[in-house]
């Protein structure tokens, strides 16, 4: 089983339509959780950290289940700049290291 | 402030080649991560330094590739030789100690021919 898992899409939404991604991770020692976006033949840049307690940034919402293992990344009103990769990213164990999903392709049109 | 950066940003070698890959890590993160995006696939983790110390290379593939960082600083990547397998986008990442953010290079396409 991987360590983090994403289903990699692709999301095809229209403007305007609200969006969820989920993330699962195998290691219950996972200390930090982050969804990272990347654009094509780019580098991943941090969207958000995700917090025990949920956290919301403008239209992106992001929500953490611990029992279950899985975190949510809520995209509301999608823009045609939504458009992209957006990556689940789990430190795991003490060491702190990223590790990465296979990450979720969204593709929003008009 | 200059964020992390890699050089070169493309490298197109034959097979056998040896091709080094470099990564400026912001100054002042002690953390620096190596990854490696092969095409359809995740991102995957190579090795993590913590200064100069190689804290995990459980990632690295096999001993064609050989990771340094002297001082602390910046890193290298050495691939030798590089066989067609190793094409791939080479990411480098920074961090602070105490496991935040990440921040990530633009990344090295190596295609190996």
């Known amino acids: 089983r991987k360590e983090v898992e994403q289903d990699p899409g692709p999301f095809n939404v229209p403007e305007g339509a609200t969006v969820a991604f989920n993330c699962t991770y195998s290691n219950s020692a996972s200390q930090s959780f982050f969804w990272y976006r990347q654009d094509c033949r780019k580098e991943p840049k941090l969207l958000m950290s995700v917090y025990s307690s949920g956290n919301e940034d403008g239209r992106f919402t992001a929500q953490l289940n611990r029992a279950s293992q899985y975190i949510s990344l809520l995209i509301r009103d999608s823009k045609l700049s939504d458009s992209a990769t957006y990556l689940c990213v789990v430190n795991v164990g003490g060491s702190y290291i990223p590790t990465f999903g296979r990450g979720t392709s969204l593709i929003v049109h008009p | 402030e200059a964020g992390v950066t890699q050089f070169p940003s493309h490298s197109v070698i034959e097979k056998g080649q040896t091709v080094t890959l470099r990564c400026d890590p912001i100054s002042g993160h002690d953390n620096l991560y190596w990854y490696r995006r092969v095409m359809g696939k995740e991102i995957k983790f190579l090795l993590h330094?913590?200064?100069?110390?190689?804290?995990?290379e459980s990632g690295m593939p096999n001993n064609r590739f050989l990771a340094e960082r002297t001082g602390g600083t910046y890193s290298t990547l050495k691939v030798q030789p590089a066989e067609l397998e190793d094409s791939g986008v080479y990411f480098c990442a920074s961090s602070v100690i105490g496991g935040t953010e990440a921040f990530f290079g633009q990344g090295t396409r190596l295609t190996v021919v």
């Open positions: 330094f913590v200064k100069e110390s190689k804290q995990d």
